[in-house]
Nanobody, 124 residues
């Protein structure tokens, strides 16, 4: 079992920045990748970014356009999402996920564990 706890959400003005953290505990040694997804009211959960724990390859959703950066610290089992240039359309609950999959890490169904989510609100 893996437990994920997100932190760092909040309210920011358009154009501002937020940094999210996701701390993993339990037995993360079977996890191959961690990712961030988001879900706005009435919408499906959407891929934001993912990172492979071995090698550190990163992947981003098309809408990111260089504004977000995912990173990891394997020593403390924490993944970060630095978000810059936030827009009102970025407002959502952001979820951290952990995946044992080797492929398809941009897909919700390939994630085995989820955090409780953290709210990001962007005012215009």
């Amino acid at each position: 079992q893996v437990q994920l706890v997100e932190s760092g959400g909040g309210l920011v003005q358009a154009g501002g920045s937020l940094s999210l953290s996701c701390a993993a505990s339990g037995s993360p040694f079977r996890i191959n990748a961690m990712g961030w997804f988001r879900q706005a009211p009435g919408k499906e959960r959407e891929f934001v970014a993912a990172i492979r724990l071995n090698g550190g390859s990163t992947y981003y959703g098309a809408f990111v356009k260089g504004r977000f950066t995912i990173s990891r610290n394997n020593a403390n089992n924490t993944v970060y999402l630095q978000m810059n240039g936030l827009e009102p359309e970025d407002a959502a609950v952001y979820y951290c996920g952990a995946s044992r999959a080797m492929v398809g890490i941009a897909t919700v169904r390939n994630y085995d564990y989820w955090g409780q989510g953290t709210q990001v609100t962007v005012s215009s």
